[in-house]
């Protein structure tokens, strides 16, 4: 069996008082592991070392309605754990007073190893994502100032935020970092590709979905690359434009003409459970998103080469080329992140 080599990252136990609010401050670390298959993370955890008061109170965060203005709208309310964390099924998800976004929901998972985030790269750090769907009047529409003075009139916020931080203090900075600190454990590491991958017990591939892996290297994984299943890049992917959201993609932040389209590679880890597909959730089956590169692809100013390689546009696949690859895509379903009691609300 191969070696796994894990990079460990344990913060010593600190024991100490707030002076301001007579916390309980305990500093007990959470071991992160960067599995043997993955690339080096791209988040400073020295910086925000993960503890297991830090994670609970992200995870309370993360699942409490009442930041939002209306009450109910979390961060979970669209990113459900048996769908990746996404919102399965829903094409633009739903925020607060009923509006309608104009994206679809994208997973969370391994965004320690990610160095931008949404669609079109808005937020460079993963401390500071939150703040774009908790202040987005059609998602949370939060205010930071409303949900300090919730929090602060807490008892369990108030023991939590002693607990996990040595200020002891709730306020918007503290609340970001606890935020990560649940998304950065929130991974996915342990899908039978994984376990192919390491050689493990349980790692075997049939010969459907091994013939689709040697495709998808060769076809798809330039944009899809290493196990993270994604370059992180922003890329034209050929789509026809919709007309109706008239989504510039990556325009939107860099306002640069060669952005025009472009959105995030995503990953395609538990690809399965995460339909419909693409940012505006316009294909709802695998079958359809390969129809698209087979011979749906758009050209335009800003495709991607990849895409149009000597004059001809897409991936060339033929019907038992798309099967196959199907196949070796359902083996990056992890089952084990689906259904982990720590990332769920009750």
Request: with cysteine; proline share 4%.
């Amino acid at each position: 069996m191969k070696k796994r080599h894990f990079l460990w990252f344990i913060i010593p136990l600190i024991l100490s008082c707030s002076n301001d609010n007579e916390s309980n401050y305990v500093d007990v670390p959470l071991a992160f592991t960067v599995p043997s298959n993955f690339p080096p993370l791209a988040y400073n955890i020295a910086l925000n070392p993960p503890t297991e008061k830090g994670f609970e109170l992200g995870k309370k965060l993360f699942y409490d309605g009442r930041l939002s203005s209306d009450g109910v709208v979390s961060c979970g309310f669209c990113h459900i754990q048996e769908n990746a964390f996404t919102h399965h099924g829903h094409v633009f998800s739903h925020g607060v007073g009923d509006n309608i976004g104009t994206r679809n929901t994208p997973s969370i998972q391994n965004l320690g190893y990610q160095t931008a985030f949404m669609y079109d790269g808005a937020a460079s750090h993963l401390d500071l994502q939150p703040i774009i769907p908790f202040t987005s009047p059609i998602e949370m529409n939060g205010n930071f100032n409303d949900a300090i003075a919730m929090m602060k009139s807490d008892e369990t916020y108030q023991k939590l935020f002693g607990a996990a931080f040595k200020d002891g203090k709730i306020n918007s900075e503290n609340m970001l970092k606890a935020l990560s600190q649940f998304m950065l454990m929130v991974t996915s590491s342990n899908s039978r590709f994984d376990k192919y991958r390491r050689n493990e017990v349980g790692g075997t591939l049939t010969t459907d979905e091994l013939a689709g892996y040697e495709i998808f290297k060769t076809k798809c994984s330039s944009c899809h690359a290493t196990d993270l299943m994604t370059d992180n890049s922003f890329r034209n992917n050929g789509l026809a434009v919709n007309r109706q959201i008239k989504d510039v993609g990556r325009y939107r932040v860099t306002q640069l003409a060669v952005d025009y389209y472009k959105f995030k590679v995503p990953s395609l880890r538990n690809v399965e459970k995460t339909a419909p597909y693409m940012h505006d959730g316009r294909f709802g089956t695998l079958e359809a998103v390969l129809d698209h590169y087979a011979s749906g692809v758009v050209n335009s100013e800003t495709l991607d080469p990849i895409l149009n390689q000597n004059g001809k546009l897409g991936i060339a696949l033929t019907t038992q080329e798309k099967m196959q690859v199907i196949a070796f895509l359902k083996t990056l379903t992890d089952n084990q992140y689906l259904t982990d009691k720590r990332f769920s609300e009750f």
